[in-house]
Nanobody, 118 residues
Framework: QVQLVESGGGLVQAGGSLRLSCAAS????????MGWYRQAPGKERELVAD???????NYVDSVKGRFTISRDNAKNTVYLQMNSLKPEDTAVYYC????????????WGKGTLVTVSP
């Protein structure tokens, strides 16, 4: 079973930076998109950013210009550099990977907490 292992969360003051990392524990057949979602207390989980194996990138509007997603295909690893953090970025951040060929597969990490203090 594939596991996505996240690291890099923590507590930071507003305006600060954090870098999240997520590595797949083993090869994912047909891996295509890797990304980050977040869920704040009392809110639904939302896509923060994702990146395809071809380099196509999507960001939610609220993080554009502040967050940067990148990927190391050789290591099946995805990163999220978060700058100019705001209290409203406080959430549990989840890594996600989608792949497969005839049968789509999707994997989730356990989540890492990011807390931004005012």
């Amino acid at each position: 079973q594939v596991q996505l292992v996240e690291s890099g969360g923590g507590l930071v003051q507003a305006g600060g930076s954090l870098r999240l990392s997520c590595a797949a524990s083993k090869f994912i057949l047909g891996l295509n998109t890797m990304g980050w979602y977040r869920q704040a207390p009392g809110k639904e989980r939302e896509l923060v950013a994702d990146i395809t194996n071809g380099g196509g990138i999507n960001y939610v509007d609220s993080v554009k210009g502040r967050f940067t997603i990148s990927r190391d295909n050789a290591k099946n690893t995805v990163y999220l550099q978060m700058n100019s953090l705001k209290p409203e970025d406080t959430a549990v951040y989840y890594c996600n990977a989608k792949g497969g060929y005839s049968v789509p597969v999707e994997y989730w990490g356990k989540g890492t907490l990011v807390t931004v203090s005012p």
